[in-house]
């Protein structure tokens, strides 16, 4: 069993992946990145992530109708997957939820909160891994 969480983020803007990646990796998460829908389901088969964090605004296939297909496949159903929704808008969280989402996390993210966030919906999902550095 893996010690550190490993979170797969789907995001297309690099800075937001830069930015991502750096808050998770100082929290202590094992982290991936992938830019499209594509490219993050063979990181999804590859590297089986603890959880998503995807972007909703994609290239090509948008990050929700890319939820709902992992949601439809059993072999991916259970990862849980958390919304990165730049429209904080009011109706975006039952968006993302009937789409099969555990959450949103609305952008820009906050990086002081951000790390907290995540473990808390690994934690909603009952993963039995947990954040290693403390
Ligand atoms: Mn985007």
């Known amino acids: 069993m893996r010690e550190r969480s490993r979170i797969l983020i789907v995001e297309d803007n690099e800075a937001n992946q830069m930015l991502t990646r750096a808050v998770l990796e100082l929290e202590g998460f094992e982290v991936e990145v992938a830019g499209s829908a594509a490219e993050a389901l063979e990181e999804i088969e590859e590297h089986r992530p603890d959880m998503i964090l995807m972007d909703v605004q994609l290239p090509g296939q948008d990050g929700l109708s890319f939820t709902k297909e992992l949601k439809r496949d059993p072999a ?36 002081r909160t951000f790390g907290a966030a995540v473990s808390h919906f690994l934690g909603m999902a009952g993963g039995d891994r947990r954040v290693a550095a403390q």
């Open 76 to 111: 991916y159903a259970t990862i849980p997957v958390v919304a990165l929704t730049a429209h904080a808008m009011q109706g975006d969280r039952e968006i993302a939820l009937s789409a099969g989402c555990v959450g949103y996390i609305a952008k820009p993210i906050d990086t």
